[in-house]
């Protein structure tokens, strides 16, 4: 079984701020983990994956994130906010054990709003 | 490259009529997907297809058939519906079914069903 917890439904930032989206996971085995962007009216966009390689992870338009296997987080950083950055945010997890691997349970979303 | 594309963008039904929603890739992706989402849910997996000529349920089915007549094209299809699959739903392919390969999405179609 696996589940995914963002912590935040939504976050407001100021613009040049830093940003900080929360996701836990839980997952009978070993996870894959990513970070989807869906900006207003649009599809999903990855912005980053972990997958057991390097525990940090860097993605598109400066977005990071962190594996931390015993805190169960993938938590989703950038140093400083821009305008262009509201958008919801999915943190996605995929198991990744030998029969239903290709399943995704996507948490509930983060609303970012970025202020000027 | 177009990726991923979906047709049509927007709908609106009467309860009881059927629709075909039409999904199409051009990636020679194995693995395609149909979603919905509604709001505070995150996406939820309707049906699956893990390669041309076959189908199978994710967690929220009922209601709905699909097919995958070719590979490139995954057919999602609601035969009496109702106001509660109003929704945004979304396509995705991938190129196999590993944990570690990325899901592709196209842009959704919005369903409102009165």
């Known amino acids: 079984a696996q589940s995914v917890t963002q912590l935040d439904s939504h976050v407001s930032v100021s613009e040049g701020t830093p940003v900080l989206l929360r996701c836990n996971y839980s997952s009978s085995y070993s996870p894959s983990l990513f970070w989807y962007v869906q900006h207003p009216n649009k599809g999903l966009q990855l912005l980053l994956k972990?997958?057991?390689?390097?525990?940090l992870v860097k993605g598109i338009n400066g977005f990071e994130a962190e594996f931390k296997k015993s805190e169960t987080s993938f938590h989703l950083t950038k140093p400083s906010a821009h305008m262009s950055d509201a958008a919801e945010y999915f943190c996605?997890?995929?198991?990744?054990?030998?029969?239903?691997?290709?399943?995704?349970?996507f948490g509930k979303g983060t609303l970012l709003t970025v202020n000027p | 490259n177009a990726g991923v594309t979906q047709t049509p963008k927007f709908r609106v039904l009467k309860t009881g009529q059927s629709m075909t929603l039409l999904c199409a890739q051009d990636m020679n992706h194995e693995y395609m997907y149909w979603y919905r989402q509604d709001p505070g849910m995150g996406l939820r997996l309707i049906h699956y297809?893990?390669?041309?000529?076959?189908?199978a349920k994710g967690e929220v089915p009922d209601g709905y058939n699909v097919s995958r007549l070719k590979k490139q094209n995954f057919l999602l299809g609601l035969e009496s519906a109702a106001p509660s699959q109003t929704s945004v739903y979304f396509c995705?392919?991938?190129?196999?079914?590993?944990?570690?390969?990325?899901?592709?999405f196209g842009p959704g179609t919005r369903l409102t069903v009165l």
């Open positions: 297809s893990v390669g041309e000529g076959t189908t």
């Open positions: 996605v997890v995929r198991s990744n054990s030998g029969g239903s691997n290709y399943k995704l349970t």
């Open positions: 972990y997958t057991s390689a390097a525990t």
């Open positions: 995705a392919s991938s190129r196999d079914g590993i944990s570690t390969d990325t899901q592709y």
